[in-house]
C-alpha cells in the first residue's frame, strides 16, 4: 500500500451486483475474451467486470497469462498496486484494466478486501467427478455410489480415469466461476 494513504479514501460504498456465485462454460483459449458472449451468465459476468464500485480481478487459465483487474478510480492506483515492488503494474488505457503478475494474487485479494472491503474474483475452474466402475458396470437398480445413480450401468466411454475397481474419475469441460469475497471483521 502507498505509505501514509488511507485505505478509507479508498473505500467507496455500493450495493453488490446480484449473483455473487456464476458459472458459465468457456473454451480453454483466452478467458476474458470467451466468457464474456451472449447469454445470461455472460451478461451478468460482464456486468461484474464493468461495474466501477468494487474491484474485481480476472485470472486466465493458461501458461504465462497475467491477472487482469479493475479497480475504482483513484489517483494512486498504480503506485497502490505495484506497492514498492520492482515490477510495474501494467494500465492498458484502450480496454481500462490493469495488468499485474499472477505471483501478485493473493496479496493483491488481501489488501483490496482491507482498503475495500469486498473483491469479485473471477477465475477458470473444472469440476471433477467421481463413481467407481462397479457403478459403472452395475446391471441392477441400486445405487451406494457418490454419483447418485447418474452413472450407474452406462459403461465407460473413455472419458474416466480407472485408478481402481472401486473409483473412478474425470473432469468436467472448462468454465469460469466468479464469487465476491468479503472482508469479516
Known amino acids: 500500500m502507498e505509505r501514509g494513504a488511507s485505505c478509507a479514501e479508498r ?5 453488490t451486483l446480484q449473483g455473487i456465485w456464476m458459472m458459465a462454460p468457456v473454451t480453454p483459449s483466452n478467458v476474458y475474451d470467451t466468457c464474456f458472449e451472449v447469454g445470461t451468465e455472460y451478461s451478468r459476468l460482464k ?20 491477472l487482469r483487474l479493475r479497480l475504482p478510480y483513484a489517483k494512486s492506483n498504480y503506485s497502490w498496486l505495484r506497492n514498492e515492488r520492482r515490477t510495474k503494474p501494467d494500465w492498458k488505457p484502450s480496454e481500462r484494466y490493469w495488468e ?3 505471483a501478485w494474487f493473493n ?57 481402481s475397481e472401486t473409483f473412478a474419475t474425470r473432469w ?10 468479503t472482508a469479516t471483521n
Not at 47 to 66: F, Y
Open 100 to 102: 499485474i503478475p499472477k
Open 11 to 15: 473505500i467507496i460504498d455500493a450495493p
Open 172 to 181: 468436467g469441460s472448462q468454465e469460469v466461476a466468479c464469487r465476491l469475497l
Open 107 to 163: 496479496d493483491f485479494v488481501d489488501r483490496a478486501l482491507e482498503c475495500y472491503g469486498r473483491v469479485y474474483v473471477i477465475q477458470p475452474y473444472r469440476e471433477q467427478e467421481i463413481c467407481a466402475p462397479a457403478c459403472m458396470n452395475a446391471t441392477g437398480h441400486e445405487c451406494q455410489c457418490s454419483c447418485m445413480g447418474a452413472n450407474h450401468g452406462v459403461g465407460n466411454n473413455g472419458s474416466w480415469f480407472e485408478v
Open 47 to 66: 456486468a461484474v467486470w464493468n461495474q466501477e464500485n468494487i474491484p474485481v480481478i480476472l485470472r486466465r487459465g493458461l501458461k504465462g497469462q497475467r
